[in-house]
T-cell receptor, first 115, second 114 residues
């Protein structure tokens, strides 16, 4: 079965650079979520989109922005990168219009390293 | 606001022993509850989920969890631990509203000794 696809798998950026992470949800899923997981930490919710509209907002820095496109894929744009942004970034998708009854499926993540 | 609390950041068991990982939730609406497992440097894999159907939920790899509303708990159990069960386990809560984020607990590291 198709899963959530994230790209790239690994990314190395310098401080103050920008990065763009991409997420392709499971076909039919209409909701996308972004999480940040630091070393030894639990995943922290950043932002979510349902039917291409922002639906929930967590601890996403102002330097970050995201959107969901017409094909339901999502991109997380990160600017003015800081060392503390180094983390594993997960995307998840769900079928929101059916009340998330199938649960949330996570991608394998993008490991961002800021040097 | 919804939240989960995982009691015990680290649990150690012997191979073949019972595994019990504790999770209590707080929610103002009927919750959806999940357990995820994460192996080192890997993604989050769904073990099982409770979405208001049967209160005893069976998942993959021999794990199960019971939703107890009176105790606001959703503890994860496995009758007999295996070495391959050593990993980080996260309890998480959401609801049935489209776009509601899944909120994770702090995680419990399970160690299994031979």
């Amino acid at each position: 079965a198709a899963g959530v696809i994230q790209s790239p798998r690994h990314l190395i950026k310098e401080k103050r650079e920008t990065a763009t992470l991409k997420c392709y949800p499971i076909p039919r899923h209409d909701t996308v979520y972004w999480y940040q997981q630091g070393p030894g930490q639990d995943p922290q919710f950043l932002i979510s989109f349902y039917e291409k509209m922002q639906s929930d907002k967590g601890s996403i820095p102002d330097r970050f922005s995201a959107q969901q496109f017409s094909d339901y894929h999502s991109e997380l744009n990160m600017s003015s990168l800081e060392l503390g942004d180094s983390a594993l970034y997960f995307c998840a998708s769900s079928l929101g219009r059916e009340g998330n009854s199938d649960g949330y499926t996570f991608g394998s993540g993008t490991r961002l390293t800021v040097v | 606001a919804q939240s989960v609390t995982q009691l015990g950041s680290h649990v150690s068991v012997s191979e073949g022993a019972l595994v019990l990982l504790r999770c209590n939730y707080s929610s103002s609406v009927p919750p959806y509850l999940f357990w995820y497992v994460q192996y080192p440097n890997q993604g989050l894999q769904l073990l099982l989920k409770y979405t208001s159907a049967a209160t005893l939920v069976k998942g993959i790899n021999g794990f199960e969890a019971e939703f107890k509303k009176s105790e606001t708990s959703f503890h994860l159990t496995k009758p007999s631990a295996h070495m391959r069960d050593a990993a980080e386990y996260f309890c998480a809560v959401s609801d049935n509203q489209a776009g509601t984020a899944l909120i994770f607990g702090k995680g419990t590291t399970l160690s299994v000794s031979s």
